[in-house]
Nanobody
């Protein structure tokens, strides 16, 4: 079993930046991939960015390319999501998730950290 704990959410003005962290524990082997999802009220959950534990390959949603950067600190079992040039439409609950093998499915989930971008 893997436990995921997110942190770093909060309130920020349009154009501002935030860094989210996701720390994992509980399993000796690393998940294949860790992703950040977001869910706004009334909308479907969306994969924002993902990173492979080995090799560091990344994927981004088109809506965040060039603004968000996902990275990892393997020694600290932590994945980061650097968000810049934030827009009101980035407001959502951001959840960290991890897979066991391959890029899907995501089987481990954190509780989420809320990001609010105010204009």
């Amino acid at each position: 079993q893997v436990q995921l704990i997110e942190s770093g959410g909060g309130y920020v003005q349009v154009g501002g930046s935030l860094r989210l962290s996701c720390t994992s524990s509980g399993r000796t082997s690393s998940p294949y991939a860790t992703g950040w999802f977001r869910q706004a009220p009334g909308e479907e959950r969306q994969l924002v960015a993902a990173i492979a534990s080995s090799g560091g390959a990344t994927h981004y949603a088109d809506s965040v390319k060039g603004r968000f950067t996902i990275s990892r600190d393997t020694a600290k079992n932590t994945v980061f999501l650097e968000m810049s040039s934030l827009k009101p439409e980035d407001t959502a609950l951001y959840l960290c998730a991890a897979t066991r093998e391959g890029w899907y499915p995501y089987v481990y989930w954190g509780q989420g950290t809320r990001v609010t971008v105010s204009s």
